[in-house]
């Protein structure tokens, strides 16, 4: 049975973007590592609306409405490369107000793995000689290591996600309700009257 979740349940807590590709995720999409060639392959993963709920709680935000992601994925001579992009529709807590705020994500993925330690520096040099020739060359992550012989797609497409997620979701009309509620500080001390305004008090009251 699927929990409704409310935004005084949720309390406006930003989403956990400590969530690596290691963590534990109900949704999982495994590959073996020594099943991907040289020609490359398109894979469409989407989860079960069922799993809607779980990645919800997971991604620390109100529902997930929409997650769907498109990876092309191939080995080189020392590495598999995995890009594509990630689409997500979610539903988050204003910080302000509480209210649901709706956000949709477009992620790109550009990933580089490789099996063994002593090839992380012979394709970091390959993708660095390759840095002079892209238009934003901070945009390509360093190669990791394929843990346990298995790439999970999955967890690629959520880390992906937790890192375009809003941590402080704004509802429209957020920052009127802000300065509406917002109390004055009757502990601050009043301003010093300036020369001028105390001139034209005494101009009114016809002393001096």
Known sequence: M????TASTHDANPPDKSKSMTSSWSWTYPVVAGDITVDAKDIVIQPDKADYAALADELNVLG??????????????????????????????????????????????????????DDIEIVSGRMNSNREMMIDPDEIDPPEIIEKGRLDLAAIALEHVVLGLDLYPRAAGADIALEKTEPLDSSAEPL???P?????????????
């Open 64 to 117: 997930v409405l929409e997650l769907k992601a498109l990876v092309r994925i191939h080995r080189t001579r020392k590495s598999i490369r995995i890009r594509g992009h990630v689409d997500a529709v979610v539903e988050q807590s204003c910080v302000v107000t509480l209210e649901p705020v709706r956000q949709t994500l477009h992620e790109e993925i550009d990933r580089t793995f490789v099996t063994d330690r």
């Open 192 to 194: 010093p009257e300036s």
């Open 2 to 5: 699927t929990k409704v979740r």
């Open 196 to 208: 001028f305004a105390a001139l034209a008090r005494l101009k009114v009251t016809g002393t001096g």
